[in-house]
């Protein structure tokens, strides 16, 4: 089995965003799957760990593609941004407002069509059994979502947190149209995709609400350290 890995966050990313999908697709060719990783050429992470480049395992396909990102634009230096810890808020204010507002469901959003359009040619070239997700960023489903309804090959979405009820959005002062923009994008993925799979049994509640399969896989440690 052949898999198509979706996610913004891979080595030299730091932070628990990277951990889960990078220690999977450390081991899933144990389990006889083959993965497929598509991130990002030129991230802007707020936190690196290069440590973990290290943990990639060797030979496995990385395709990667440059994104625009209009965060880049809204903050001050990256330096300040990290010693901040500012990840995906501006602690209110305007920053935070224009973030919420116009940028759904996240900065993300305008890699969406350009990952579309090279991961097409990309699967019309190989054999791919199944896409998956993970957010958040959750454009990175909206991406899988377009691809899942364009080819007949099965979709996995990774919820690493919950998508309107993401515990920062309070900071955005989302009007009712961004937020109303959120839920339809995030019902439509929930409804759409094959299989959801999140951290928490508590996640896996408020999913199965609309999503027709939920399953629990927890983070959890990687016992080789």
């Known amino acids: 089995m052949k898999v198509l890995i979706i996610t913004y966050y891979w080595?030299?990313?730091?932070?628990?965003?990277?951990?889960?999908?990078?220690?999977?697709?450390?081991?899933?060719?144990?389990?006889?799957?083959?993965?497929?990783?598509?991130?990002?050429?030129?991230?802007?992470?707020?936190?690196?760990?290069?440590?973990?480049?290290?943990?990639?395992?060797?030979?496995i396909e990385i395709l990667k593609q440059p994104i625009w990102e209009p965060t880049a634009l809204l903050f001050w230096k990256k330096s300040k941004q990290q010693t901040k810890g500012i990840s995906n808020v501006s602690k209110g204010g305007f920053l935070s407002f224009i973030r919420g507002?116009?940028?759904?469901?996240?900065?993300?959003?305008?890699?969406?069509?350009?990952?579309?359009?090279?991961?097409?040619?990309?699967?019309?070239?190989?054999?791919?059994?199944?896409?998956?997700?993970?957010?958040?960023?959750?454009?990175?489903?909206?991406?899988?979502?377009?691809?899942?309804?364009?080819?007949?090959v099965k979709w996995l979405a990774d919820f690493r947190d919950p998508w309107s009820d993401l515990y920062y959005n309070k900071d955005f002062k989302q009007l009712a149209f961004a937020k109303n923009k959120n839920r339809k994008l995030e019902e439509s993925v929930l409804k759409n995709a094959d299989?959801?799979?999140?951290?928490?049994?508590?996640?896996?509640?408020?999913?199965?609400?609309?999503?027709?399969?939920?399953?629990?896989i927890t983070n959890g440690f990687d016992d080789e350290f």
């Not at 030129?42 to 973990?52: R, W």
């Not at 890699?111 to 059994?129: C, E, F, M, R, T």
């Not at 199965?208 to 399969?213: F, L, P, S």
């Open 11 to 59: 080595p030299p990313a730091g932070g628990s965003g990277v951990q889960r999908w990078l220690k999977f697709v450390k081991y899933l060719q144990e389990f006889g799957i083959e993965p497929v990783v598509y991130t990002v050429e030129n991230a802007n992470y707020l936190k690196q760990d290069t440590s973990l480049l290290n943990e990639v395992p060797k030979g």
């Open 101 to 152: 507002n116009f940028f759904i469901p996240d900065p993300k959003v305008f890699w969406v069509k350009p990952s579309v359009s090279y991961l097409q040619k990309y699967l019309d070239a190989n054999d791919i059994d199944v896409i998956i997700s993970t957010g958040p960023p959750h454009s990175m489903h909206l991406i899988a979502e377009r691809l899942h309804q364009k080819n007949d």
């Open 195 to 216: 299989c959801i799979v999140t951290v928490s049994n508590s996640l896996k509640q408020e999913f199965e609400k609309i999503a027709k399969k939920v399953e629990v």
